[in-house]
Nanobody, 125 residues
Framework: QVHLVESGGGLVEAGGSLRLSCVVS????????MGWFRQTPGKERKFVAA????????FYVESVQGRFTISRDNAKNTVYLQMNSLRPEDTATYSC??????????????????WGQGTQVTVSS
């Protein structure tokens, strides 16, 4: 059974940084393409960043380009989201997602079969 567990969320002031982690268990991690999505109450889940199986290809939503970096350590079964220069509008629940069919980064939530429970990120102004 596949499990995804996020950590690293919290409360930070605008301009600050956080690093989210997502540990995957149950299958060979390098078989998964991975993504990060975020959601605020009452709104649909939105794409943030994605990474290919071996980490050689990444893709970001325009609003986080230059501020966020997605990376992965296949030896540690972990995908990361380094978030710098955080803004109040980045406040959301962040979830990692994985899929065994994808090879490259994918920005569409419905393409991912596996999801974590989410971690809250709150950015104060």
């Amino acid at each position: 059974q596949v499990h995804l567990v996020e950590s690293g969320g919290g409360l930070v002031e605008a301009g600050g940084s956080l690093r989210l982690s997502c540990v995957v268990s149950g299958r060979t991690f390098s078989d998964f393409a991975m993504g990060w999505f975020r959601q605020t109450p009452g709104k649909e889940r939105k794409f943030v960043a994605a990474i290919s199986r071996e980490g050689g290809s990444t893709f970001y939503v325009e609003s986080v380009q230059g501020r966020f970096t997605i990376s992965r350590d296949n030896a540690k079964n972990t995908v990361y989201l380094q978030m710098n220069s955080l803004r109040p509008e980045d406040t959301a629940t962040y979830s990692c997602a994985g899929d065994l069919k994808l090879t490259g980064p994918a920005p569409v939530a419905t393409e991912y079969d596996y999801w974590g429970q989410g971690t809250q990120v709150t950015v104060s102004s």
